[in-house]
């Protein structure tokens, strides 16, 4: 099985997974399935089943064949008594079962689970459907409307100048073999109940199609013809083919085919002994009749109407759940959708690796380029040519870099809507009830940031259900809606992205996190002195859960811990706060980006450090007394009446020949998350565009105690560290 192959089909799988998933989420809080719903759900499966089929992944097309029948089944007798939400059940089991298997696939294994008890819970589903709505349960409505469908379709031609058509492939003129070669006519039986008979017969053909030098089939077109599978059923695949491959080899590649009862193999002497042997005229002419017009054909406003007239006649059922009478139909939603001519050819898909490496390229031209406007060697020169081509290349790269930029970001939509299930199978399991709520989901993010942002917006919502959002009849006493809401929202603020998750439950209790702060051994201070804020933030501790029982959800301490180190690992840091009985709200801030940003070099004796611009607030040279020291011992000092710590960076790395004196010095002022505190360095070199480089591995293993983040070429060429305000301000704290 070819790579590139693989990764498309998983590739492909699933989108349609999420379209599915989605598409079931909304028709269940809608009420129902409308029209347009049950057909893209149909569509989803179906391709999903004859893309896994011709992969060879059995269990996985059998699956999707048998959730496709459902839908079928709704799209042409349009039941009345029909239950939605085990519907929605259904497909999200499917949904689960398939994405492991190629969660499995993606990762080089085979995909190996077996779907047996699914599928037969989905046809027992279906049967019932059946029985509940008057309609015999052993009738299969395929065959009903192939048999009822037999009607020759008008055939279309295109006329355009043939190919003059190529001789025979392997045989004489007399149509007896040539040299090494050999004529076989195969007939494959498949195994009843194997279904989906003329996919398997695509997949023998797709097999064959490397090891033969001519073939034809009866029937001819099997995925195009709705009774090609009825005819293989009854008549088995029968297969014309020349080949340099001898009876044995033959006959053990066909014996490896999948649901495979009867092989009648024979080797004939002539083409002419075929029963089905097409001449290349007849071969030239089909072609020409089965192309495909470039463009469809849009129907016309009397086509529309009578379609309308059709529909209104007929009118399709949507389906509620727990519905036992009549309902009136729901709109299709898809009949206001605006017609969009020729965007297919405007898009195209680009491996991921092949945008890391060119915004790995567009990092290098940065460096290149501060390293030649910043050339020492230009000191003191006054070069105009220079400057005026410097500038224009500075604008060439900016220009450059937003454009490849902007290709990495993607929307937070499909993330956000990952939560829509998080909700609701908590909710069904719990016995709450609750709403997702999403607000600002076409806000863009780093495609790497929008990987990682999954996993912590999955365990917050899951706290906010399992923690936050009440039992229904907890609400009704308080004075609340029995509906809980879930907020989660997401905004751009400057270079970040602010992303909220707010609930409307019994808040935090704080007495409660404290007790078990204080049994866990993680105060160390005073209880008095720890503000709301500091307390709150003890549930993002390793191991810490305030439930006394696990469960599914909750309990073990090991969810929101993840969330705190997701965030950082990103560059970003979370807040929670609280209103008891009101609700909680988390707040988490990331960088838009993490390959380039702008950063502010500085100074300390002969080193140099980076700090990222977006966590400085000010920087200015303190007055005389400006710092002093507090009870502790720790330098502080007085701003806007706010009194914020300051560190010395030369002793906190130890190092010689810097600026003692804080008068000689620049103080930056820092934020990170809700604190401030003020950074003491020698001198600001200005503001430039950094290229984040990763750290040595000897080095990240101590990142955490010594502020540093990560790495950046200077213009001089020499190595400046860039400090984390996160990491700086834990250990101020600590």
Same mark, same amino acid.
């Given at each position: 099985?070819?790579?590139?192959?693989?990764e498309?089909?998983?590739?492909?799988?699933?989108?349609?997974?999420?379209?599915?998933?989605?598409?079931?989420?909304?028709?269940?809080?809608?009420?129902?399935?409308?029209?347009?719903?049950?057909?893209?759900?149909?569509?989803?499966?179906?391709?999903?089943?004859?893309?896994?089929?011709?992969?060879m992944?059995?269990?996985?097309?059998?699956?999707?064949?048998?959730?496709?029948?459902?839908?079928?089944?709704?799209?042409?007798?349009?039941?009345?008594?029909?239950?939605?939400?085990?519907?929605?059940?259904?497909?999200?089991?499917?949904?689960?079962?398939?994405?492991?298997?190629?969660?499995?696939?993606?990762?080089?294994a085979? $995909?190996?689970?077996?779907?047996?008890?699914l599928?037969?819970?989905?046809?027992?589903?279906?049967?019932? %459907?059946?029985?509940?709505?008057?309609?015999?349960?052993?009738? +299969?409505?395929?065959?009903?409307?192939?048999?009822?469908?037999?009607?020759?379709?008008?055939?279309?031609?295109?006329?355009?100048?043939?190919?003059?058509?190529?001789?025979?492939?392997?045989?004489?003129? +007399?149509?007896?073999?040539?040299?090494? /070669?050999?004529?076989?006519?195969?007939?494959?039986?498949?195994?009843?109940?194997? *279904?989906?008979?003329?996919?398997?017969?695509?997949?023998?053909?797709?097999?064959?199609?490397?090891?033969?030098?001519?073939?034809?089939?009866?029937?001819?077109?099997?995925?195009?013809?709705?009774?090609?599978?009825?005819?293989?059923?009854?008549?088995?695949?029968?297969?014309?083919?020349?080949?340099?491959?001898?009876?044995?080899?033959?006959?053990?590649?066909?014996?490896?085919?999948?649901?495979?009862?009867?092989?009648?193999?024979?080797?004939?002497?002539?083409?002419?002994?075929?029963?089905?042997?097409?001449?290349?005229?007849?071969?030239?002419?089909?072609?020409?009749?089965?192309?495909?017009?470039?463009?469809?054909?849009?129907?016309?406003?009397?086509?529309? *109407?009578?379609?309308?007239?059709?529909?209104?006649?007929?009118?399709?059922?949507?389906?509620?759940?727990?519905?036992?009478?009549? $309902?009136?139909?729901?709109?299709?939603q898809?009949?206001?959708?605006?017609?969009?001519?020729?965007?297919?050819?405007?898009?195209?898909?680009?491996?991921?690796?092949?945008?890391?490496?060119?915004?790995?390229?567009?990092?290098?031209?940065?460096?290149?380029?501060?390293?030649?406007?910043?050339?020492? +060697?230009?000191?003191?020169?006054?070069?105009?040519?220079?400057?005026?081509?410097?500038?224009?290349?500075?604008?060439?790269?900016? *220009?450059?870099?937003?454009?490849?930029?902007?290709l990495?970001?993607?929307?937070?939509?499909?993330?956000?809507?990952?939560?829509?299930?998080?909700?609701?199978? %908590?909710?069904?399991?719990?016995?709450?009830?609750?709403?997702?709520?999403?607000?600002?989901?076409?806000?863009?993010?780093?495609?790497?940031?929008?990987?990682?942002?999954?996993?912590?917006?999955?365990?917050?919502?899951r706290?906010?259900?399992?923690?936050?959002?009440? %039992?229904?009849? /907890?609400r009704?006493?308080?004075?609340?809606?029995?509906?809980?809401t879930?907020?989660?929202?997401?905004?751009?603020?400057?270079?970040?992205?602010?992303?909220?998750?707010?609930?409307?439950?019994?808040?935090?209790?704080?007495?409660?996190?404290?007790?078990?702060?204080?049994?866990?051994?993680?105060?160390t201070?005073?209880?008095?002195?720890?503000?709301?804020?500091?307390?709150?933030?003890?549930?993002?501790? $390793?191991?810490?859960?305030?439930?006394?029982?696990?469960?599914?959800?909750?309990?073990?301490? /090991?969810?929101?811990?993840?969330?705190?180190?997701?965030?950082?690992?990103?560059?970003?840091?979370?807040?929670?706060?609280?209103?008891?009985?009101?609700?909680?709200?988390?707040?988490?801030?990331?960088?838009?980006?993490?390959?380039?940003?702008?950063?502010?070099?500085?100074?300390?004796?002969?080193?140099?450090? =980076?700090?990222p611009?977006?966590?400085?607030?000010?920087?200015f040279r303190?007055?005389?007394?400006?710092?002093?020291?507090?009870? *502790?011992?720790?330098?502080?000092?007085?701003?806007?009446?706010?009194?914020?710590?300051?560190?010395?960076?030369?002793?906190?790395?130890?190092?010689?020949?810097?600026?003692?004196?804080? =008068?000689?010095?620049?103080?930056m002022?820092?934020?990170?998350?809700?604190?401030?505190?003020?950074?003491?360095?020698?001198?600001?070199?200005?503001?430039?565009?950094?290229?984040?480089?990763?750290?040595?591995?000897?080095?990240?293993?101590?990142?955490?105690?010594?502020?540093?983040?990560?790495?950046?070429?200077?213009?001089?060429?020499?190595?400046?560290l860039i400090? +984390? $305000?996160?990491?700086?301000?834990?250990?101020?704290?600590?």
């Amino acid at each position: 099985m070819a790579e590139p192959m693989v990764e498309v089909f998983i590739y492909e799988t699933r989108q349609f997974l999420e379209q599915l998933e989605q598409i079931s989420l909304a028709s269940e809080e809608n009420g129902g399935f409308s029209v347009d719903d049950v057909n893209e759900i149909f569509r989803a499966m179906h391709t999903i089943k004859g893309s896994a089929a011709m992969m060879m992944f059995d269990e996985v097309s059998t699956l999707a064949h048998s959730v496709e029948d459902i839908f079928y089944y709704i799209r042409e007798l349009h039941p009345q008594k029909v239950d939605a939400t085990a519907i929605t059940d259904i497909v999200l089991n499917a949904v689960d079962f398939i994405r492991i298997e190629m969660d499995k696939l993606d990762g080089g294994a085979q $995909p190996d689970a077996s779907s047996q008890e699914l599928r037969e819970y989905t046809k027992n589903f279906l049967r019932e %459907m059946k029985i509940a709505n008057g309609d015999d349960p052993d009738v +299969d409505l395929r065959k009903v409307k192939n048999a009822g469908q037999q009607k020759p379709k008008p055939k279309q031609y295109y006329i355009g100048a043939a190919k003059q058509p190529e001789p025979d492939k392997g045989t004489n003129a +007399d149509g007896s073999p040539g040299e090494g /070669v050999h004529i076989f006519a195969a007939t494959v039986f498949f195994q009843d109940g194997c *279904e989906m008979e003329e996919v398997r017969a695509f997949g023998v053909l797709n097999n064959l199609k490397d090891k033969v030098i001519e073939i034809h089939n009866l029937p001819e077109k099997i995925l195009e013809d709705d009774t090609a599978a009825d005819t293989i059923k009854s008549l088995g695949f029968r297969l014309f083919f020349t080949t340099k491959l001898n009876y044995e080899q033959i006959e053990k590649e066909l014996d490896q085919t999948i649901f495979l009862e009867k092989l009648e193999l024979k080797e004939l002497n002539s083409i002419a002994e075929c029963e089905y042997w097409p001449s290349p005229e007849t071969v030239s002419i089909n072609a020409l009749e089965n192309t495909d017009p470039i463009k469809p054909k849009l129907p016309t406003s009397s086509e529309n *109407e009578a379609q309308e007239e059709a529909d209104n006649a007929n009118p399709p059922a949507s389906i509620l759940p727990g519905q036992t009478s009549g $309902p009136a139909p729901m709109p299709s939603q898809g009949s206001n959708k605006p017609v969009h001519h020729g965007e297919g050819s405007q898009m195209i898909s680009v491996r991921v690796d092949k945008l890391d490496r060119l915004m790995d390229l567009v990092g290098e031209l940065v460096i290149a380029e501060a390293m030649v406007v910043q050339n020492p +060697d230009l000191a003191g020169l006054e070069l105009d040519n220079f400057q005026k081509a410097a500038r224009q290349l500075h604008k060439i790269n900016g *220009e450059l870099q937003d454009s490849v930029m902007s290709l990495r970001m993607v929307p937070l939509d499909g993330t956000f809507k990952k939560m829509n299930r998080i909700v609701r199978d %908590m909710t069904k399991k719990l016995g709450k009830k609750a709403r997702l709520v999403l607000v600002g989901q076409d806000t863009e993010v780093d495609k790497n940031i929008n990987e990682h942002i999954s996993d912590p917006l999955m365990h917050i919502v899951r706290n906010s259900i399992d923690h936050g959002i009440e %039992m229904p009849e /907890v609400r009704k006493e308080a004075g609340k809606n029995e509906m809980g809401t879930v907020v989660l929202s997401a905004e751009n603020a400057g270079g970040e992205v602010v992303i909220k998750i707010k609930d409307d439950g019994g808040g935090l209790n704080k007495e409660k996190i404290l007790d078990r702060a204080r049994k866990n051994g993680l105060l160390t201070r005073p209880e008095e002195e720890y503000t709301d804020g500091e307390i709150y933030s003890f549930i993002f501790a $390793p191991g810490f859960s305030t439930k006394e029982k696990v469960t599914e959800f909750s309990g073990r301490g /090991v969810g929101m811990d993840v969330v705190v180190s997701n965030i950082k690992a990103l560059g970003g840091h979370v807040l929670v706060d609280s209103n008891p009985g009101q609700g909680s709200l988390t707040t988490i801030r990331i960088p838009l980006t993490l390959a380039i940003i702008d950063g502010m070099s500085v100074t300390v004796g002969q080193s140099s450090f =980076t700090i990222p611009i977006s966590s400085i607030s000010r920087s200015f040279r303190p007055a005389p007394g400006q710092i002093f020291r507090d009870p *502790e011992g720790q330098e502080m000092i007085m701003v806007q009446e706010k009194c914020c710590p300051v560190v010395r960076l030369n002793e906190l790395y130890n190092i010689e020949d810097a600026v003692t004196e804080p =008068t000689e010095g620049v103080v930056m002022l820092l934020e990170a998350g809700d604190r401030t505190f003020g950074v003491l360095a020698d001198r600001l070199l200005g503001v430039q565009e950094i290229v984040v480089k990763p750290v040595p591995a000897y080095i990240s293993k101590v990142m955490n105690t010594t502020g540093i983040s990560g790495c950046t070429l200077l213009g001089d060429g020499s190595i400046s560290l860039i400090l +984390d $305000p996160q990491r700086l301000h834990h250990m101020i704290y600590s």
